[in-house]
């Protein structure tokens, strides 16, 4: 398989990813509020004694999966034949990814072009990945992509493939909802009346494409929008009596790629909670949220 030949690759790609343990100080997720306009401040965690932020290794935190591909490098055809379903169908996943990925990059880079006769939008980069490289990897071999969004198009690297559009509706309208990217799907599918078992993913770009979604999903002065967001696009100065002036500057890059941060916190935070309502018996809720920021 070409899993052998991408071994030790793999284990050592991800023996240096390191995740920091972040804290969450406050929100507004008990109010009704779009994931765009979600507040969810938090910090990273530092050792008191040495001043070093707290993190673990992604081999430490899903040793059972690490080692899991670790074994793979000795495996037989018959053996994996033998592994339980899910295990069986992500070692062929994982397997035709590679087996296909000189033609990944092709159609990626062909994709992802943009020239004055043929400008890229955040549509075309959603389908260009989405086809290209996440939906090969999603569990359930298929991903969806948010009904809203408008400029819907065949994809641009010239495959042809027109992409399913549909509901990617998470949370609820008293509290956090909105809708992701994109969905890519569970090893159970896409459930008929839930779309809770897929993996949400977001897409921050700082492509200007005002007609991307039907239901803007950009930050705007919104009647949802609380003092905890606005503070990001404001700068305070305090006077020296009781009086506050506020200068008011617009959103910086750093600024919105906070924003774009927040919303993936919230949204992954929606989506484990609908996991443990959906399925009492899983023995981690530790759902992913992939976002993806230039």
């Not at 296909?100 to 994709?111: A, N, P, Q, Y």
């Not at 009086?243 to 600024?255: E, R």
Request: with cysteine; hydrophobic share 35%; proline share 3%.
């Amino acid at each position: 398989m070409v899993l052998e030949k991408h071994g030790k690759i793999l284990e050592c790609s991800l023996d240096n990813i390191e995740l920091l343990v972040l804290q969450i100080t406050s929100t507004n997720a008990k109010r009704s509020v779009s994931f765009s306009n979600a507040c969810c401040l938090y910090d990273m965690i530092k050792d008191a004694e040495h001043g070093l932020f707290w993190s673990l290794k992604l081999t430490t935190l899903f040793e059972k999966g690490v080692k899991f591909l670790s074994d793979l490098k000795n495996v037989t055809t018959e053996e994996i034949e033998k592994m339980d379903i899910h295990k069986k169908a992500a070692v062929k996943l994982l397997d035709n990814f590679l087996k296909t990925k000189d033609e990944i990059e092709k159609s990626l880079h062909k994709g992802l072009i943009s020239n004055s006769e043929s400008p890229i939008t955040k549509t075309d980069i959603n389908i260009v990945f989405a086809e290209h490289l996440l939906g090969k990897l999603a569990p359930g071999g298929s991903y969806i992509i948010d009904a809203n969004t408008k400029n819907k198009d065949t994809c641009r690297c010239g495959c042809g493939v027109y992409p399913a559009f549909e509901s990617t509706g998470i949370g609820h309208e008293e509290v956090w909802h909105g809708h992701v990217d994109m969905v890519l799907s569970s090893q159970r599918g896409f459930p008929d009346e839930s779309l809770c078992d897929g993996i949400p993913v977001h897409f921050y770009t700082d492509i200007s494409d005002a007609d991307t979604s039907e239901d803007d999903s950009m930050p705007s002065a919104s009647l949802d929008e609380t003092p905890c967001k606005r503070r990001k696009s404001e700068t305070e100065r305090l006077s020296s009596g009781d009086n506050t002036a506020i200068d008011v500057k617009p959103p910086t890059t750093s600024a919105t790629k906070e924003d774009a941060i927040e919303q993936a916190l919230a949204q992954t935070i929606v989506t484990s909670l609908l996991q443990k309502q959906r399925h009492e018996n899983l023995e981690s809720y530790l759902m992913p949220e992939c976002s993806a920021l230039d």
